[in-house]
């Protein structure tokens, strides 16, 4: 008999370039087609933490006019994210800026919007 543990990062990676963010199965062999999502088509990001019992989750949720995508911080490229965040989408802020917001305290969710796009004659949405 087999046991296979999971590890951090290795059911799902991240991968991304500056038109595209990529969520595909880590063992590169899953029969789950890869999911893509447009950086002009995000007009959203909410970050909250998953109670999972003995510790916490943090997410990012990513919406979009074509439904959401929820990336979590088990998932590999996750830091790498992280740090392109910024540069992918336009004023959002670095994770030093959020991350303690989201971390503390422990067990709550701490929903957080970190990105909302403005369409040109809308009003931003309330902080």
């Not at 062999?29 to 995000?42: E, F, G, T, Y």
Request: with cysteine.
């Amino acid at each position: 008999m087999s046991i296979k543990s999971r590890s951090r990062g290795q059911l799902y990676s991240l991968s991304f370039d500056s038109e595209k963010l990529t969520v595909s199965a880590a063992d590169g062999v899953s029969s789950k087609p890869d999911i893509s999502l447009r950086w002009a088509d995000v007009n959203g990001v909410v970050a909250f933490k998953r109670d999972c019992l003995s510790m916490d989750q943090i997410c990012l949720t990513f919406l979009a006019t074509t439904g959401g995508l929820e990336l979590n911080e088990e998932m590999e490229g996750w830091p790498g994210l992280l740090e392109a965040l910024p540069s992918m989408l336009p004023v959002f802020p670095r994770s030093e800026e959020w991350w303690e917001n989201v971390v503390q305290p422990p067990f709550s969710t701490n929903l957080s919007r970190l990105f909302s796009r403005v369409v040109v004659g809308e009003e931003p949405p309330p902080h």
